[in-house]
């Protein structure tokens, strides 16, 4: 009977030794889910949508023991992506010495195509911790192309060259390729320009921009008035476009001949001779201060009068006239001497072709030379004709 007692005893003293044990296992177990802890020092940021963060996280185990933990997100937006890498790796959990803590690196990718406003999300170690994260997105984003100009409409001539400078931005998530194109009325010439090149394609990165210039020049029979040029940047899945303006204030033209349009005349050697120019403005736009000037043979001379024409309407004409004096040693033939009327818009010339006769003076030389003769020969048949 005692020794049945003395059995009772020590199974009794048995299962409270498991039960004891089974207390401590479970107290060590939660003991060490309050000592993990997750940190990050900056928690709540604002960002613009494409955007790539950074979390630099440590991991802290503050227990006796080693503490292996899952690593996970939760809650994190429709379309972001993220990665945990640590070492150079990606990874899923980490083991951290007692006392001590780990680093690990959270990458997380902003889509551009978001909404503004703030956005939550949670890295968690199983059940033993979490760190709650908000992300600020600045503004609304957009998967597109955008093609655009600080100044797309310029004022110029009909002779003018406009430059515009366009950015082609990319907020795609991938390298594009554009095509460069412009359309428009027949006869303009639009060239592109990027890093000193023509090009007539450009690539851009993801997130990215590129400058590009962009050279209009009208067509050489341009009317005054505002003309569009459309211009695009495209691939296969996404494009863009912008419409540019010139604004034509007139054309530019200058014409010189004579009333009659006969560019030729006369002149004895040492002589002089007055032509009648004609100086038409054959533009749409004014032109003022037309020189006139000239290109003549050696020892020739050219004056004007007047020499300057202050102002010339556009499709009027006014006359001048031209004084040509031709050297005294030039002979006999025909004589070419360039006359020019221009502007600092414009300009034009007029090849004359003088034809030079003999001098009157050398002519009566001749005359008189040919009566001494004659009169010589008289007065030897008198003279000896007798004898």
């Known amino acids: 009977m005692n020794v049945s007692k003395s059995k009772m005893k020590l199974l009794s003293l048995l299962l409270l ?79 951290v010495k007692p006392g001590e803590s780990e680093s690990v690196t959270l990458e997380v990718g902003v889509p551009l195509e978001i909404d503004k406003g703030s956005y939550r999300f949670q890295l968690t170690a199983g059940s033993m911790a979490s760190l709650p994260l908000t992300v600020e997105i600045t503004e609304k984003g957009t998967y597109q192309t955008e093609l655009t100009t600080d100044q797309a409409n310029l004022e110029g001539h009909a002779d003018s060259t406009f430059t515009y400078t366009v950015n082609l931005q990319n907020r795609t998530a991938e390298t594009q390729n554009y095509a460069l194109q412009a359309s428009g009325e027949p006869g303009w010439d639009v060239k592109f320009t990027s890093g000193g090149n023509q090009v007539s394609s450009v690539e851009i990165e993801a997130g990215q921009s590129q400058s590009i210039t962009v050279d209009v020049k009208p067509p050489a029979e ?5 003309y569009s040029i459309p211009i695009r940047a495209s691939n296969q899945s996404t494009s863009s476009e912008l419409t540019l303006e010139a604004v034509i204030t007139g054309s530019y033209g200058l014409q010189l001949t004579t009333p009659s349009g006969l560019l030729s005349s006369n002149v004895t050697a040492g002589g002089s001779k007055t032509i009648e120019l004609l100086v038409k403005n054959t533009g749409t736009a004014d032109l003022s201060d037309i020189n006139l000037s000239s290109e003549a043979p050696v020892d020739w001379e050219v004056t004007f009068n007047p020499k300057t024409i202050e102002s010339l309407a556009a499709g009027q004409s006014t006359t001048v006239e031209a004084k040509i004096t031709a050297s005294d040693k ?58």
């Open 17 to 95: 030794f498991v039960l004891g044990a089974s207390l401590f296992t479970n107290g060590k177990s939660a003991f060490a889910a309050g000592e993990v802890t997750l940190y990050t020092p900056y928690t709540s940021i604002s960002v613009p949508p494409g955007e790539t963060i950074n979390y630099s996280v440590e991991v802290y185990n503050n227990t006796n023991s080693v503490v292996t933990a899952p690593l996970q997100l939760s809650g994190l937006p429709e379309n972001w992506t993220a990665k945990l890498n640590s070492g150079g790796w990606q990874l899923k959990e980490v083991s």
């Open 222 to 226: 341009v009317t005054q008035g505002t």
């Open 330 to 387: 030039a002979i006999a033939g025909d004589y070419v001497t360039s006359l020019k009327a221009s502007a600092a818009e414009a300009s034009s010339n007029a090849q004359f072709r003088i034809a030079v006769k003999g001098s009157m003076l050398w002519g009566w030389i001749g005359v008189l030379v040919i009566l001494a003769i004659l009169g010589g020969i008289y007065y030897l048949i008198r003279t000896y004709g007798r004898r």
